[in-house]
Every structure is written in C-alpha cells, then in structure tokens.
C-alpha cells in the first residue's frame, strides 16, 4: 500500500531524491569507494589464485593499487592462466568503471547546476513579466 501523496511534497523516485542530494564531497566519496572496492577485491582475488607471487595480502593490495593507478611497476607480477585473468579484469573494470562512474556524477552534477540555474532565471523572468504586466495596466489607463 503506498503512501498518498501529499499536494506540497509529492513523492518522488527514490533515484531523484538521491540525485538532488548529491554534491561534490558525496561525489568525490562514490568515486574514491568505487576504486577501493576493486582494489580490494583484486588484491583479495589475486592472494587466493597466486599464494606463490603474493604471499600476502598487503602485497597483493599494493599490486592492485599499482595496476588500477595503471602505474605497473612491475615489480609484482601474476604469472598464472587464472591469475592474468584476474589482472585483465582488474584492469578492464578500473579503465571503465571509474571513468564512468565519473563521468555519471559529473553530468548528474552539471544538470543540477543547471536546473538551479533555470529555477532562479524563472523567478527573474516571473518578475519582469509582473512588471510589465503593471506597466501595460498604467498604460492603458492613460488611454
């Protein structure tokens, strides 16, 4: 059973209410988490399938934080079938994920500058038009 709606704060989609509570710090933290849930991840899934090469996981994770960053030392390195796999995953995912998650937040962002942008341009514009409005009633009564 849904809630009715209210005339003054009509219910809106739970993705709307999240967007116009987004701003640049809570962006900035998508972002940040985005890259350390796969850098964990890989590190944690690099430990498991090449306990040989990275024989903890502190040095997992600093392979994966190297390897995200796509700075590669190299000094760490999978040697496995099943471990490159997980590398080419590592590096797919944070090559296309973080950038997209970006950008989304970016545009999200931007559209709502602009919206905030156009509500007080409409409230300028609302004024001039009363203005005129009471100009053209002086007018017509001098007539």
Partial sequence: MSTPEHPRFPKRPRIEQRY?????WRAVRLVAAVALT??????LLERLVEPEEFTSYPIALWWSVVTVATVGY???VPHTGIGRAVAA?????SMALIP???????AALVTKV????ESAQG?????IVSRLEAI???LDERR
């Fill in 20 to 24: 116009e509570s987004l701003n640049m």
């Fill in 38 to 43: 796969i850098m964990l991840v890989a590190a």
């Fill in 74 to 76: 190299g000094d760490f």
């Fill in 89 to 93: 995953g590592t590096i797919v995912f």
């Fill in 100 to 106: 997209t998650v970006t950008s989304l937040i970016v």
């Fill in 114 to 117: 602009q919206r905030q942008v």
């Fill in 123 to 127: 409230a300028q514009l609302d004024e």
């Fill in 136 to 138: 053209e009633r002086k």
